[in-house]
């Protein structure tokens, strides 16, 4: 039940947004969080901060026109949608898949206002993307769309003003040619514009690594504030991504075994563990499926077109996409013996999913608080562009890991201070919100 006022400013949502379905779960969640904030703090209801939270700084859609191999005149639509500087510019990333629509990046830049307040790093929070589908298109391709992609967006960005970065099928060849293109079009080498940068033009050590990383640092917390670790415990990941990839590598590195990974055509399980080497040959090297991966490996079978949540596994770590565990796969979760849960992915869990490892006590890791290393990290490279720096791998993984304890702790520190002992959405959510609503309060009506 939502207190009363928030009952109402979540009606407007619904009104105001319509058809935007993820948009509107994730505002949701927030205000399902934050009533009893408002008990306290009656100065932000009077300032209406979170009517202003919910509503978009500014939206940009545009068209990108880019012609494919064959000569063929391709159009797709772009988006940006500034959602918050209260706390520094705009920063977020870039989502190209084919299922991309106005309501996945508010959902997106939504969630990311509250996960870069989390960090404690001075970043606003926004989104963007693209319907372009990625997949099966040529090197050139590519290079020609992100060119176009960024032919309009350049106007709009700046390291003060709106720092965009990767996510889904925008890697580090995507963000190659969106830096290329920018530098080409203001004549300026200005690092701080986009993240994710290659090693050799400004990019920083463990930005890659650090979604995944940090995921798994987080769930260490988790494990380690209920009296275990990662060792030797069974672990199970969806996506084979950028995110699943490294989150896979440091839990190999913490002695867990991950038996399981997917990509939306299925699951391959692999009981002798995943062999990572592989993977990247397979994922990073050749582009390819994940089918292939059992072919190479004698005793590893892949599972077309079922749920990775099938397979038992005391931690999992959903790293594909939003809304991939249901309430009935929560509940076979669990059944097999769950743990743990560290969201790598943004918003992966349904609302009933949620609910499911709430009341059967699983230590559930939210994605704005789990996956939160991707952006801190991509904040260090913005301060190492300024400074003109660059660090050591082992310093930058240390500044993470130090970031990713210092989020699980203030989590779990609010979700005491407000009688919730152990919840960790609560206390993402009530931290997050409570840094933005006072820079907010702060700036004045604006
Ligand atoms: P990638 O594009 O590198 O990988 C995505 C993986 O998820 C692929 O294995 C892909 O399979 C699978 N996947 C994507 N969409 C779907 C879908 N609709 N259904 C089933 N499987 C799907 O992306 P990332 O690893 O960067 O991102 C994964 C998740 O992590 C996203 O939710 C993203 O928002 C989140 N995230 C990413 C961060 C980053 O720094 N990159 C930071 C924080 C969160 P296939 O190849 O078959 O499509
Ligand atoms: O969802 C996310 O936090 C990201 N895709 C990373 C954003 C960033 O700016 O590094």
Partial sequence: MLHEKLSSIYDNVLRRNPGEIEFHQAVREVL????????KHPEYAESKIIERICEPERQIIFRVPWMDDQGQVQINRGFRVEFNSALGPYKGGLRFHPSVYLGIVKFLGF??????????????????????????????????FCQSFMTELYRHIGEYTDVPAGDTGVGGREI??????????????????????????????????ATGYGCVFFVDEMLKARGTSFDGKRVVVSGSGNVAVYAIEKVEQLGGLVVACSDSSGYVLDEKGIDLALLKQIKQVERGRLDTYAQRR??????????????????????ATQNEITGDDAATMVANGLVAVGEGANMPTTPEGIKVFQEAGIAYGPGKAANAGGVATSALEMQQNASRDSWTFEFSEQRLQEIMRDIHDRCLSTADEYGMPGNYVAGANIDGFRRVADAMLALGLI
């Fill in 176 to 209: 190659g040619y969106l830096f290329g293109q920018y530098k080409r079009i203001t004549n300026r080498y200005e690092s701080g514009v986009i993240t994710g940068k290659g090693l050799v033009y400004g990019g920083a050590q463990v930005r890659t690594e």
């Fill in 32 to 39: 399902d969080s934050i009533g009893p904030v408002l008990g």
């Fill in 298 to 319: 004698d005793h590893a079978t892949f599972v077309p077109g079922r749920s990775v949540w099938e397979v038992p596994g005391e931690v999992a770590l959903p790293s």
């Fill in 111 to 144: 969630e990311q206002i509250f996960k870069n307040s989390l960090t404690g790093l001075p970043i606003g929070g926004g989104k963007g993307g693209s319907d372009f589908d990625p997949k099966g298109r040529s090197d050139r391709e590519v290079m020609r």
